[in-house]
C-alpha cells in the first residue's frame, strides 16, 4: 500500500468521533418514506428533505459543490460533488437517506426510535444501519481524503437519496440520473454485512409482489357437515374461502420448496430464492366473524426470484403452478383463483470480474488490516433485498451493492449498525475512491 493510502486509513481513525457523531445526527432527524404504505404522509414530508439539508452541509464542510435535486416539494436529494483534477473515471457513492416507520415507539430502547444513542460499540436508532450508517460510511471516506490534503483526479459524487423503501426512484435515485450526476460507476451503500461481514454484492434479486383471490359461498356454519362430510349437498350447500385459500398457500409452499432445488444463481446460497406469503385475510362479507361461512380469501405475498431470469417467465410459473393446484379442486376449477401482479422491483446483475467489484474487493482486504472477523468468505455475495443500484445500472451506469451493518437489524425494533462496521467500510470506501478515481 502506497503512503498517501496509509496516511487515509489513519485519518478516517483520526476522525472516528465526527463520523460517529455526524451519523447520531442524521438518525436524530426522523425521515420516514412518505409514501410508504400505511403512513400519513402529511406528518411525515419533509423529514427527508430536512435530513439531506443536514448531510449537505457535511458535503460542504469538506469542499464539495452541493445540489440538492429536487423534483417533489419537502423531498430534496443531496447531491455533493468532490471535483477532481482531470484525467480520472469518476464514482458515485450512494445512499438512501428514508426510512421505513417506526412501529411502536415505546417498544424501542429509551422509548425513542431516533436516539442515534452511541454504546458497546453501536449506534442505536431507526435508519442507523438502513442506511444512514452507509451514508456516513461513504461521506467518511471522502472527507479523509480531503482532510489529508488529497485531490482526486475524477469526480466523487456522494448522494443521500429520497424515496428508496417504496420504489419512488423517480424523485430520488432516478432524479439525481437526470438531473446529469452519472459515472463510470457507483457503489450503493446499502448494509451487506450478512453471511459474512461487507461482503460485495454484485446482483440483487428480482422482487415481485403478488396477490391470489379465491371465492366461497356463504351459508350457515351450522350446516358444515353438508359440505365437508361424505353424502352431503357439498358445494351447492357452501364453500368455505378459507379453507379453498389454504390450498393455494400449500401449493405456493409446494412451488417454493421446488425452487429451493431449481432456482439457483452462483452470487446467492443455496435455497435462497424463495415465495413468502405475507399477509392472509379471508371472511365472510361484512364484520370478521366465523358465523357465516367465508366467501373470500387473499393471499399477498413477495417472491424474490433469481435476476438472470424474466419477471414474466416467474409470474406465468407461478400461474400455470397454481392453475394446475386448483384443477384438482372441483370448486376451484370452476372458480379458478384470479392472481394480481401488484409491483415489480427488477434486479441487477454485475460481472464479478467487472473492475468496480474488483478495485472494491482489494480495496475492502487493505481495509480490513488482517482483522480476520471482515476477511471470512464469501467475500461476494448477493444482496439480500433490492435497491437503488437497479436504477443506476438501468440507466448504464454499472453499480453494485457493499456496506456497513446487517440487514437482518434492519425494519426492526432496536435497529442499530455496529461502529467497526462502520469505520472498516470508510477505510474501504476511501481506498476505492483513490484507486478508481485516481490521485492526483
Ligand atoms: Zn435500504
Redesign the pocket.
Known sequence: MDDEKKKVLTKVDELQDEILSALSELVRIPSISPNYPNVDKASVLGGEGRCNAALAAHYRKIGCDVDMVEVEAGRANAVGVLKGTGGGKSLIYNG?IDTVPPGDSADWKWQDPWSGKIGDGKIYGLGSC??KGGIISQFAAAMAIARSGIRLKGDLILEGVVG?ENQDHEAGTTATIKAGYRADAAVVS?PTSRVSRLVVAPASPGLLYFAVNVKGKATHPGIRYEFVRAGGLGSEAGVNAVEKGALMLAALQKLEEQWGFTKKHPSFPAGYFTIHPGTIIGGPPGPLVPFIVSTYCRIEGVIWFPPQEPAEAIKQELTDYLMKAAALDPWLEANPPEIEWLSYWAPYQVDSGHPICQTLMASHEQAAQGNPEFLSAPRLQGFAAV?DATFFNQAGIPAITYGPGNVLM?HRLNEHIPVDDLMTAAKAFALTAMEWCGVA
Do not use: K, L, P
Request: charge should be negative; glycine fraction near 0%.
Open positions: 438512501h438502513d442506511m428508496e446499502e435497491c434492519a
